[in-house]
């Protein structure tokens, strides 16, 4: 990792998320890596298994601007999140 305090939060954020799952404090879905969807990820498919390994969430939304009869503009914004620093941040 390029960015040493990115790494280190990145890094503090895995293993505080581990620890919770050590203590068993996970009757609240505080994350999404306590979804049933992260948990079958890395049971079923072996992901997630190296505290580096990244999550990355895309969503986009497609709309037209201006309608002509001959031509059509569209934007298509979309947004990556990256699961892997807190929701706090």
Partial sequence: MGDPQRAKVLLEYSQKLKDQHADGDMEVLQDIWHSSLIKDLKKKKGLFKEDTDLALGLADDGVAI??????????????????NIPPSS
Avoid at 66 to 83: A, D, M
């Fill in 66 to 83: 201006f309608s002509k009869k001959l031509k059509e503009y569209k934007s298509f914004p979309l947004v990556i999140t990256n699961f």
